[in-house]
């Protein structure tokens, strides 16, 4: 059983950023592999990026560039870092850990 915790959402303006931080409690999350997803109003879930246990990364064609995943195994922490962010960023972002377990989400809003 793998606990996920979501943080760091909130408002920005275009071309601002923010980190997203998963916390994960109630396993070792060494093995898995972790993404972050995204669910904007009246769409469906958006897969984002996922970092595989051997930390290698994928990246939807939108946030290429943009977005960085990554990981640290000895706070059993994933982050996104998303920078220049556009409108069409603003959704809720859930965590994901081994295709599995889910977390909460956090509401990341982009506006002027």
């Known amino acids: 059983q793998v606990h996920l915790v979501e943080s760091g959402g909130g408002l920005v303006q275009p071309g601002g950023s923010l980190r997203l931080s998963c916390a994960a409690s109630?396993?070792?999350?060494?093995?898995?592999?972790m993404a972050w997803y995204r669910q904007a109003p009246g769409n469906q879930h958006e897969f984002v990026a996922r970092?595989?246990?051997?930390?290698?990364?994928v990246y939807t064609d939108s946030v290429k560039g943009r977005f960085t995943i990554t990981r640290d195994n000895a706070k059993a922490t994933v982050y996104l870092q998303m920078n220049s962010l556009k409108p069409e960023d603003t959704a809720v972002y859930y965590c994901?850990?081994?295709?599995?377990?889910w977390g909460q989400g956090t509401q990341v809003t982009v506006s002027s």
């Open positions: 994901n850990a081994h295709d599995y377990w």
């Open positions: 970092i595989t246990s051997r930390s290698t990364t």
């Open positions: 109630g396993s070792n999350i060494v093995p898995y592999d």
